[in-house]
C-alpha cells in the first residue's frame, strides 16, 4: 500500500486547506510520528490542484512542526519536537563540551552590590526604564550607533526575547528571514515556533558573506538576524571592509528589518562594526548581558529607531511590560562598578587564551582548530561529526555535533563546536589525543577498514 493509499483522507483544494486536514489526522491519531505523506506530485494529482500547492501545504507544516522533510526519504510526521538548547546535557557522566555556558568563576558575584538596588517600589503606570541605567545604556549604544540620528531603549528578558518580540512585531507567519549559516541555536528555534521561512546566508571568517546577503534580499526576506561578533557557532566576526559591504547591499533595502545581535560585547577583544547604515529605516541592536552578568541575569538592551522602538513595546504590553527593577539597577550596580568591569575585561582575556591555547593542541595533534571570537572551537574533521562524537562518548567526552546548526550549508556537518576554556591543562591535552583518534576512527570506519 503506498502513502497515498494510506491516507485517502488528507483534503483540500488550498495550501491552508491541505495542511489544517493534515493536522486533523494527527490530532486524531490517524497519523503517527513516523508516518510519511503522500509524494507531492502525487497528492497534487489525486486532489486536482497545482504542484505548488501541495509545496506550500507541506512547508507550513514543516515550519510548524508537524513534519519533518527527509529530502527524497519524503515528509514524514513528525514525533515530538526535539529542539536543542544551550546547556546541552547537563548531569551527564561524561565530560560536557556542549554548554556553550560562560565560566561560573568568572561571572562577577554582586553580594556587596545588593544593597544599592533596593528602595522605593515601582508601581504601574512608571517608567518601564530604571533612570540610571537607561542614562548608562544609552550612553554604551550610542558610541556603537554612532551614524544613526535617532535611538530609542526598550529592555527585554535577554537577547532571545528581544529577538522574538522584533520579529513578532514586523513580520507574518511564513515570511523570509535572512539568518547566518550555521546558526544559533535559539535563533533557529524562534524562526520555527514562529512560523518564519529561515533563508541561510553562509558565514566565512570575516562574518556574513556579501553574495549570501545579495542573493536573501533578492528572494524577498523581510528581517535580517546578524551577529557582528562572536557568531555563534563559528566565532566569526565582522570585519571593517565586510561590513561596509553589506551596508552597501543593504542601501536600496531600507525597510528591511535588521536585527543585530552583539552577545559577546563587553567580553569581545574583536571591534564592533555595524551592518546599518545611517539612512536604514528599520534596525536593532541587542546586547545581553548574560555571557559576562550571568545567564540567570535575564536582561538585554535593544537600541533600535523609533518606529520599531515603539512596535516593541506594544509587544511586551501583554505580558512582561518591562523587565523588574531590581534587575536593572543591580547589572546598572555591576556595569559601572570599577572593579566589575575589570573582572570582565580579564574574564575576555581568559576566554580569548584558553581558547587559543586548546587550538593549538589541537592543531599539534593534527586536528586544523582555529581560535576565533567567542565561547568556543568551531573544529573541522574532515568526516561526519556525529561519527566522531560517537567515538568520544567512548573516551569518555560529550561534544556537541555541528549538525545541530545547520541550515542548508554541508560543511558545519563535519565540524563540533567545543567549550573548552573551562578545560584543565591535562584535561585539554587528553581531549587533543582524544579527538585525533576519533576523527581517525571515523575516518577507518568509513573507509570500510577496522577502527
Not at 181 to 196: A, E, K, V
Not at 291 to 317: H, I, Q, W, Y
Request: aromatic share 4%; net charge negative.
Amino acid at each position: 500500500m503506498t502513502a497515498l493509499d494510506a491516507h485517502p483522507a488528507i483534503a483540500g483544494s488550498t495550501a491552508t486547506d491541505i495542511a489544517e486536514s493534515v493536522r486533523g489526522l494527527v490530532e486524531r491519531g490517524v497519523l503517527a510520528p513516523g508516518d510519511a505523506l503522500p509524494p507531492v506530485r502525487a497528492l497534487a494529482e489525486r486532489l486536482g490542484v497545482n504542484r505548488n500547492t501541495v509545496v506550500a501545504a507541506y512547508r507550513h507544516l514543516a515550519q510548524a512542526g508537524t513534519v519533518v522533510t527527509r529530502g527524497r526519504g519524503g515528509t514524514l510526521v513528525a514525533g515530538s519536537p526535539r529542539m536543542p538548547q544551550e546547556g546541552f546535557a547537563s548531569g551527564t557522566v561524561l565530560r560536557d563540551l556542549g554548554t556553550g555556558n560562560p565560566d561560573a568563576a568568572l561571572i562577577p558575584d554582586p553580594t556587596r552590590l545588593l544593597s544599592r538596588v533596593t528602595g522605593r517600589p515601582v508601581l504601574y503606570g512608571e517608567p518601564v526604564i530604571d533612570r540610571n541605567f537607561e542614562a548608562w545604556a544609552n550612553a554604551w549604544m550610542r558610541e556603537a550607533m554612532v551614524d544613526q540620528p535617532e535611538l530609542r531603549l526598550t529592555i527585554t528578558g535577554g537577547a532571545s526575547d528581544a529577538i522574538e518580540r522584533l520579529l513578532g512585531q514586523s513580520l507574518a507567519r511564513e515570511d523570509a528571514v535572512a539568518v547566518e549559516d550555521p546558526c544559533f541555536l535559539s535563533t533557529m528555534n524562534i524562526l520555527r515556533l514562529g512560523g518564519y521561512r529561515a533563508v541561510p546566508v553562509p558565514v566565512d571568517d570575516e562574518g556574513m558573506t556579501v553574495a549570501g546577503l545579495r542573493a536573501a534580499l533578492d528572494a524577498g526576506v523581510r528581517a535580517i538576524v546578524s551577529t557582528p561578533r562572536a557568531q555563534n557557532p563559528t566565532g566569526a566576526s565582522l570585519s571593517a571592509a565586510r561590513a561596509a559591504a553589506l551596508r552597501a547591499e543593504l542601501a536600496a533595502h531600507p525597510y528591511v528589518l535588521v536585527v543585530e545581535d552583539d552577545h559577546f560585547s563587553l567580553l569581545s577583544e574583536r571591534p564592533f562594526h555595524t551592518i546599518v547604515g545611517p539612512d536604514h529605516e528599520r534596525w536593532a541592536l541587542i546586547r545581553s548581558v548574560s555571557k559576562f552578568l550571568g545567564p540567570d541575569m535575564c536582561l538585554a538592551v535593544t537600541a533600535s529607531d523609533p518606529e520599531t522602538a515603539a512596535r516593541l513595546a506594544l509587544r511586551l504590553s501583554p505580558g512582561t511590560t518591562w523587565v523588574s527593577h531590581l534587575l536593572q539597577r543591580l547589572a546598572h550596580a555591576l556595569l559601572t562598578d570599577d572593579a566589575v568591569r575589570d573582572d570582565i575585561r580579564r574574564a575576555g582575556a581568559h576566554y580569548a587564551e584558553r581558547n587559543a591555547a586548546v587550538a593549538q593542541l589541537l592543531q599539534d595533534a593534527g586536528v586544523p582548530a582555529h581560535a576565533a571570537d567567542g565561547l568556543n572551537l568551531w573544529v573541522p574533521l574532515g568526516v561526519p561529526a556525529r561519527a566522531v562524537g560517537e567515538h568520544l562518548m567512548r573516551r569518555g567526552w560529550l561534544a556537541r555535533s555541528g549538525e545541530e546548526f545547520v541550515l542548508a550549508g554541508e560543511d558545519a556537518a563535519q565540524r563540533l563546536r567545543l567549550t573548552v576554556h573551562d578545560l584543565t591543562d591535562a584535561e585539554a591535552t587528553r581531549l587533543a589525543s582524544d579527538l585525533s583518534a576519533a576523527i581517525d576512527a571515523a575516518r577507518s570506519a568509513k573507509a570500510g577498514q577496522p577502527s
